[in-house]
């Protein structure tokens, strides 16, 4: 047996022999029974521990009002601290899940003389983008995206959908291939092209059943008529982070001739 002993310096001899009786009476203890014993004194802190716990719980009780309060807050808080972290990990911290992402930049307009200091991260409207990409020969390509809330028709009842419209050569840019079909193409980017879309994988299998013959088959987008021409890969996502994914793409087909509002910056 190999005790263990525990020194301490004390001011009074009656404490002294006094720890040194209860430290005897141990090494005995372990001696007869073959395991170390435990000392009252390690209870106190759990014991306090747990009365401030029992005091706690009934005073929740008394106030349900305040408690109720101070839980919706703090789920309201973890909620909303847990959205922008998400959002945040997925565009800033984790690198863009698309081929050659260093090669990647998203462009913003800014209005230094908007009022309370400017702002120096906007939207660019229709014009903007069009005179961007007729003017400037930095980038390889330049493309544009909108998304919005669509009803989408298909086989089933119409259904809520997010639709991401974009330019032709977007998804081109990405350097994404898709399960079945083809992506959305500078052709179809043009007014009075037919309407065409591209579908998530997850749209996929929940409004088409993922039936493999769906390339070329017709649906409904907010009323037109569409047709399916592929189907993303699984867990493609674009634009990145967003809280409700982009479920179909079709394309943009801005009309130079009437480009919109140059200050609609949507």
Known sequence: MRPRFFAS??????????RWGRLLSSVASEHETGFEPTFAEWRYPMETLLQDFQFAVRMMRKNLGFT?????????????????FTVVNAVLLQPL????????????????????GGLHRFWTSGPEFQDLRRDTHSWASLDAWITGG???????????VTAAYLSG???????VAPVVGRLISQTDDVPGAQVVA?????????IFAGDPSVVGREAYLDG????????????????????????????LRLDPANPGNRGGHN
């Open 9 to 18: 310096k004390v001011g009074q001899q009656g404490d002294t022999k006094a």
């Open 68 to 84: 109720t309060a101070a839980v919706l807050c703090l789920m309201l808080g973890i909620g909303a601290t847990t959205g922008i």
């Open 97 to 116: 899940p698309y081929s050659h992402p260093e090669q990647l930049i998203r462009v913003y307009t800014e209005f230094p003389t908007f009022p309370n």
């Open 150 to 160: 669509a009803n989408l028709a298909g086989k089933t009842q119409p259904v809520r």
């Open 169 to 175: 050569g977007l998804l081109e840019t990405l350097a």
């Open 198 to 206: 591209d579908i998530s994988y997850g749209t996929w299998q929940s």
């Open 224 to 251: 037109l008529k569409c047709t399916i021409i592929g189907v993303m890969p699984k867990g493609f996502q674009f634009p990145p982070g967003e809280q409700e994914p982009a479920q179909i793409w079709t394309a």
